[in-house]
C-alpha cells in the first residue's frame, strides 16, 4: 500500500501549502520585523504600511480567484501561486528600500491569497466526496507548522544569518513544502455543464446574514492583525522581555497547530456560530492580554491568539463550505477578501496610534473592541449554521 495514502494526500498537501503560503509567505514578517527595524531600514509607520500593502496583495488576489479563475484552471493557478510565494519570500532577502518591499510584499499577499483559497477550496470539497468533513481542521494545521518553522529560523539563525538570510532560509524551505502540492493536490475538475438558462448554486444563506457573515469576518481581520503583525515587537519592548520576542510567535505557532481541529469538534458540538463566537471572544482577551505586563501576559496573548485565529478561519471557511457545497472557492473568496480588507486597515491604524502614543496599549484595546464586535455578530448567526448545535441533531434535524 502506497505511503502516505492516496485518500490522505490532497490532506498533506494542503496542509505543506498553507504551511509555505501563510505560515512562510505571510508571517514570516512578524518574527523578522524588530531585526529589520534595528538595522535602521524601517520606522514603526513604514512597518505597518509595508503589512498593509502585504494584505491589500491578498485582498485583490482573494478576489481575483473568487470571481476570475474557472475549476478547471484552479490547479494550474495554484501552482503558479505556489511559485511566486516562495520567490517573493526570497526577493525580501536580495532587496533594498520601502518602496520595492512594498512591492514585493504586497506580490507575496497575492500569491499567498491564490494558494488559502484554491488550497482551501479544493481540499474541502475532496474531503466532502469522502465523507471526511470531520477532519477538514487539521488543514489549517499547516499554518501553524509554518509559523513554528519560521520563529525556530528566527531564534537560531539570529545574528548569525541576518535579516536577510532569514527571508532566504524561509523561501527555500517554502520551496521545499510546495513540493509534494505539485502532485498531491486534487485537481480542479470541470463544471457539469448547464443550459444558459440555468441559474449558479443559490447560496445557502439569506443576503442579511450574509451581510452580517462578511461584517464579523472583517472585523477580525482588523483586529487579530494587530497582534499578527507586531507581537514580536509589542513584547520585546515589555521591560525584562527582549528575549522573549521570537519565542512568543513559536508559541503562537504551538498553539495553531492542534487549533482548528479542536474548534472544528466544538463547532460539532455547538454548532458553528457559537464556536466561532467564543473563538472571536476569547481572542479578544488575548488582543489585550499584554497591557497587563509579565512574561505570563505575554505567553498567555500567544496561546489564545494563536488558538484562535486559525480556528476562526477553518470555521469561517467550513462554514462557506456548507452553504456551497462543491462550489467553495467562490464564497471562500469572498469571505477572504472581506477578511483581507480589514487586514489592509488594521496594521496602518495601529501603527499610526502606536507612534503618535508612543505606546501600543491604545492600538491593543482597539483591536479587541473590533474583535469583542465580530463576536457579538456571530453569536446572532445560528440561523445559518447548518449543524445547529449537538441538541438539534440528536433530535435528528
Given at each position: 500500500?502506497?505511503?502516505p ?8 498537501a494542503g496542509?505543506l501549502?498553507l504551511a509555505?503560503a501563510?505560515?512562510i509567505?505571510?508571517?514570516a514578517?512578524?518574527p ?5 527595524q534595528e538595522s535602521?531600514?524601517l ?10 500593502a502585504?494584505?491589500?496583495?491578498y ?10 479563475v474557472?475549476?478547471?484552471?484552479q490547479?494550474?493557478?495554484?501552482r ?8 517573493t ?33 479544493l481540499?474541502?470539497d ?5 465523507g ?7 488543514l ?9 518553522t519560521?520563529?525556530?529560523?528566527v531564534?537560531?539563525?539570529?545574528d ?6 532569514n527571508?532566504?532560509l524561509?523561501?527555500?524551505?517554502a520551496a ?34 450574509l ?23 509589542i513584547?520585546e ?26 474548534w472544528t ?16 471572544g ?6 489585550v492580554?499584554?497591557?497587563?505586563g509579565?512574561?505570563g ?12 485565529f486559525?480556528g ?5 471557511l467550513?462554514?462557506a463550505?456548507?452553504l456551497t457545497?462543491?462550489?467553495s ?6 469571505l477572504?477578501?472581506?477578511f ?8 496602518v ?6 507612534s ?19 463576536a ?19 433530535r435528528?434535524?
Amino acid at each position: 500500500m502506497p505511503f502516505p495514502s492516496p485518500t490522505i494526500r490532497p490532506l498533506l498537501a494542503g496542509i505543506l501549502a498553507l504551511a509555505a503560503a501563510m505560515g512562510i509567505g505571510r508571517f514570516a514578517y512578524t518574527p523578522i520585523l524588530p531585526a529589520m527595524q534595528e538595522s535602521g531600514l524601517l520606522d514603526l509607520t513604514q512597518a505597518g504600511l509595508l503589512a498593509s500593502a502585504n494584505y491589500a496583495g491578498y485582498l485583490i488576489g482573494a478576489l481575483l480567484v473568487a470571481v476570475a479563475v474557472p475549476r478547471p484552471a484552479q490547479t494550474s493557478v495554484l501552482r503558479m501561486s505556489a511559485v511566486a510565494v516562495a520567490a517573493t519570500t526570497a526577493l525580501m532577502a536580495v532587496t533594498t528600500g520601502f518602496a520595492v518591499w512594498s512591492g514585493v510584499r504586497f506580490l507575496s499577499g497575492l500569491a499567498s491569497a491564490g494558494v488559502l483559497v484554491l488550497a482551501s477550496g479544493l481540499v474541502l470539497d475532496d474531503l466532502r466526496r469522502q465523507g471526511r468533513v470531520s477532519r477538514s481542521g487539521w488543514l489549517y494545521s499547516g499554518v501553524g507548522l509554518g509559523i513554528v518553522t519560521s520563529g525556530i529560523v528566527v531564534r537560531g539563525g539570529g545574528d548569525a544569518l541576518g535579516w536577510r538570510g532569514n527571508w532566504l532560509l524561509l523561501a527555500l524551505l517554502a520551496a521545499a513544502a510546495f513540493f509534494p502540492c505539485w502532485y498531491w493536490l486534487p485537481r480542479g475538475h470541470p463544471e457539469p455543464e448547464t443550459t444558459d438558462t440555468m441559474e449558479p448554486p443559490p447560496l445557502g444563506v439569506a443576503p442579511r446574514e450574509l451581510a452580517l457573515l462578511y461584517a464579523a469576518y472583517f472585523l477580525e481581520g482588523v483586529g487579530y492583525i494587530v497582534t499578527g503583525t507586531f507581537l514580536v515587537t509589542i513584547v520585546e519592548r515589555m521591560p525584562g522581555l527582549a528575549e522573549l520576542g521570537t519565542g512568543s510567535w513559536i508559541v503562537v505557532g504551538l498553539a495553531v497547530i492542534p487549533s482548528a481541529a479542536l474548534w472544528t469538534a466544538a463547532a460539532a458540538r455547538v454548532g458553528y456560530a457559537r464556536a466561532l463566537a467564543l473563538a472571536y471572544g476569547l481572542q479578544a482577551c488575548g488582543i489585550v492580554l499584554p497591557l497587563g505586563g509579565g512574561a505570563g501576559a505575554a505567553l498567555g496573548s500567544a496561546i489564545l491568539f494563536g488558538g484562535t485565529f486559525a480556528g476562526i478561519t477553518a470555521l469561517t471557511l467550513t462554514l462557506a463550505g456548507h452553504l456551497t457545497p462543491g462550489h467553495s472557492a467562490r464564497l471562500i473568496g469572498m469571505l477572504t477578501a472581506s477578511f483581507g480588507l480589514g487586514q489592509v486597515i488594521g496594521p496602518v491604524l495601529a501603527a499610526i496610534i502606536a507612534s503618535r502614543a508612543q505606546s501600543f496599549a491604545p492600538a491593543l484595546v482597539a483591536a479587541a473592541v473590533l474583535v469583542f464586535s465580530g463576536a457579538v455578530l456571530m453569536a446572532s448567526l445560528q440561523s445559518l449554521d447548518p449543524l445547529r448545535g449537538g441538541r438539534e441533531r440528536r433530535r435528528g434535524l
